[in-house]
């Protein structure tokens, strides 16, 4: 700002076009106090220090294939093809992170038994990423509307197995947002879903893995119909950003961090947060339970007591299809002074089936006690191609 706006000469021009966190590896965790890595500074970009690897999905017994950067395996490849279940993503973690404990994915084993899996050997050198992976697929799917979701992770030696980045695609986009195509059943199409970006350490000794699935709940919602896509492997390769060694990464020099006096506060009740996955059994039902609680507390210097409650649960059933999915949000807000007090509270719930979806809202607000307003909605989406 002071370089551009300003005119003042801060040396800013002289800095790496392009500074990065590139992270290093860790083991699977819902919670980190510190992700450990180092800044890297890149003269542009993209940087000519970057360039895009293939790795070709190959046969590998058991683990029905690898990710490998020597040559294509001139024997032809079985199609391989799978539905995953809708449990799927219940230990994804969120979206986007509050840093609200503990919303980070969790080990990854727990949702590859539902996904084709697609690991390399042992890696022989350290590897570094920096940019955004894309897995190159041949498939076809038994439904004109699926989704494929791609997941990346970091194998450990001990075999547990951190998600450094993933990747969704509505398959009737697969080319483009703005007009949406139903799939032909049966026929083969060549689509690359792109992950979110990275920047990634891989240790010597450490494993790559690629995991296909046809859900990801709740991250995403899933398709009107259970589907099953059939990949070929022959035609399908996983393309990495490696950044190269160098001897000496250009200069990253940041001042120290600045922060304001924190307000004084006295928690009141105490918070909670939490993520809790039931499984139902009995009734075959699954669901994702958030808790992001942060009690009551008085902002001392306002003499105001504030109470910030919000609560998820995210719910399906194998057994009954794609139509049991639902989404439930429930949320509280509080303020109260000198016998003064007020809240507001919602209840939204999201279901879907074949055709449409389903929105339910409530909102009422009180006063000392006493509601005050209150109005409830109820809305059809058609689901157009989702």
């Known amino acids: 700002w002071d370089h551009w706006l300003k005119h003042r000469d801060t040396g800013i021009l002289r800095e790496p076009m392009l500074r990065v966190w590139l992270q290093d590896s860790v083991p699977p965790s819902t919670f980190y106090a510190e992700r450990p890595g180092r800044w890297v500074g890149e003269p542009q970009w993209p940087s000519p220090n970057v360039t895009e690897q293939r790795y070709p999905l190959t046969a590998s017994g058991i683990d029905m294939g690898a990710v490998a950067s020597g040559p294509l395996d001139p024997r032809p490849l079985r199609p ?24 980070l994915p969790y080990d990854q084993r727990e949702e590859d038994g539902g996904a084709l899996v697609y690991q390399s050997e042992p890696l022989t050198a350290t590897l570094a990423v920096l940019g955004a992976p894309e897995l190159e697929m041949e498939l076809e799917a038994d439904r004109p509307v699926a989704m494929v979701a791609v997941r990346l992770s970091d194998v450990l ?8 980045t993933y990747g969704l695609l509505n398959l009737t986009h697969r080319n483009g947002h703005e007009r949406p195509e139903p799939l032909d059943p049966g026929r083969r199409y060549r689509v690359r879903v792109r992950l979110n970006h990275i920047g990634q350490v ?7 893995r690629v995991s296909v699935s046809t859900s990801y709940w709740p ?28 001897q000496q990464d250009l200069q990253i020099a940041l001042p120290p961090a600045e922060g304001c006096r924190p307000i004084r506060l006295t928690q009141l009740e105490p918070a909670q947060h939490n993520w809790l996955v039931h499984r139902d059994l009995a009734h075959n039902q699954s669901t994702l339970e958030v808790i992001k609680d942060e009690g009551v507390y008085r902002i001392e210097e306002l003499s105001l007591d504030v109470g910030d409650r919000t ?3 995210y719910t399906c059933r194998d057994d009954q299809g794609f139509d049991s999915v639902r989404g439930e949000t429930r949320t509280e ?23 449409n979806f389903y929105v339910h809202a409530e909102l009422d607000g009180w006063e000392d006690e006493r509601r005050v307003y209150s109005r409830n909605w109820d809305s059809t989406i058609p689901r157009k191609l989702v």
């Open 80 to 103: 391989v093809s799978v539905q995953s279940p809708l449990s799927v993503g219940l230990f994804a973690g969120k979206w986007c992170s509050y840093s609200a404990a503990p919303d």
């Open 333 to 355: 807000r509080s303020f109260a002074r000198d016998g003064w007090r007020v809240r507001t509270t919602t209840r939204t719930v999201l279901t879907a089936d074949r055709e």
């Open 311 to 313: 609560w998820d649960w």
């Open 157 to 164: 030696p001990d075999d547990r197995a951190t998600r450094i």
């Open 202 to 208: 891989f240790p010597r000794g450490h494993r790559i």
């Open 219 to 246: 991250l995403v919602w899933p398709p009107p119909e259970p589907v099953r896509l059939t990949l070929h492997p022959q035609g399908s390769a996983l393309w990495l950003p490696v950044r190269q060694p160098r």
